[in-house]
């Protein structure tokens, strides 16, 4: 798999699974791999405030934050996306709008 079809099957199946996600992607020409370039994937969950970076292709330096972004090989690139998105929304509150319980309140 090009690493544009890893990216286009981890969209597919986001899609799928969860509506409301953004997602963007863009190519990185980097001198590791000129015919197959580093693609990244930006997932933006607006419903749970959420950011998540997915990258798949060769190392690219410096032009990547190893804290903040997922590197995806074309084995298990949907399976690990597809867990990233549900453990980030089961540990992310939703926004209720009721006070905070950690908040203690006098009268």
Same mark, same amino acid.
């Given at each position: 798999?090009?690493?544009?079809?890893?990216?286009?099957?981890?969209?597919?199946?986001?899609?799928?699974?969860?509506?409301?996600?953004?997602? !963007?992607?863009?190519?990185?020409?980097?001198?590791?791999?000129?015919?197959?370039?580093?693609?990244?994937?930006?997932?933006?969950?607006?419903?749970?405030?959420?950011?998540?970076?997915?990258?798949?292709?060769?190392?690219?330096?410096?032009?990547? =934050? =190893?804290?903040?972004?997922?590197?995806?090989?074309?084995?298990?690139?949907?399976?690990?996306?597809?867990?990233?998105?549900?453990?980030?929304?089961?540990?992310?509150?939703?926004?209720?709008?009721?006070? =905070?319980?950690?908040? =203690? !309140?006098?009268?």
């Amino acid at each position: 798999m090009t690493n544009w079809q890893v990216i286009n099957a981890v969209c597919e199946v986001l899609d799928d699974q969860f509506k409301g996600l953004e997602m !963007y992607t863009v190519a990185v020409q980097d001198s590791a791999n000129s015919h197959d370039p580093t693609v990244m994937l930006t997932v933006v969950d607006r419903s749970h405030s959420q950011v998540l970076k997915f990258r798949a292709g060769q190392r690219a330096g410096w032009m990547w =934050d =190893d804290d903040h972004v997922l590197a995806l090989s074309p084995d298990n690139a949907v399976r690990v996306a597809l867990a990233m998105v549900k453990g980030e929304r089961a540990t992310t509150p939703r926004k209720t709008g009721l006070p =905070d319980e950690r908040t =203690d !309140y006098f009268v």
